[in-house]
């Protein structure tokens, strides 16, 4: 069973910078994807943003492309994602969340394991 820890949210002004973080353990695979949601209240959970463990490919929504970056410390176990430039709209429960395999795919279905989540509050 693969546990997430998140960190990393808070509360910062729209323009402002913060970064995430995601600790993975117990039954890391050899091969896996580790993907960035969010759900701000009353909407869907959407995806941000994934990476291959490998680090050789990565997938971003529109709505971040250019923004955002995800980054991972295989040594740690550990993803990151660093938010720049960030806009009221960006006010969500961040989760991070792992899928067997190397085929990053941006749906929720797709990922097996799922973290608590961190608030992140973007004020205008």
């Known amino acids: 069973q693969v546990q997430l820890v998140e960190s990393g949210g808070g509360l910062v002004q729209a323009g402002g910078s913060l970064r995430l973080s995601c600790v993975a353990s117990?039954?890391?695979?050899?091969?896996?994807?580790m993907g960035w949601f969010r759900q701000a209240p009353g909407k869907e959970r959407e995806f941000v943003v994934a990476i291959r463990w490998s680090g050789d490919a990565t997938y971003y929504a529109d709505s971040v492309k250019g923004r955002f970056t995800i980054s991972r410390d295989n040594a740690k176990n550990t993803a990151y994602l660093q938010m720049n430039s960030l806009k009221p709209e960006d006010t969500a429960v961040y989760y991070c969340?792992?899928?067997?395999?190397?085929?990053?795919?941006?749906?929720?279905?797709?990922?097996?394991?799922w973290g608590q989540g961190t608030q992140v509050t973007v004020s205008s």
């Open positions: 969340a792992v899928r067997r395999g190397s085929l990053i795919q941006s749906t929720t279905m797709a990922f097996d394991f």
């Open positions: 117990g039954g890391i695979f050899s091969s896996y994807v």
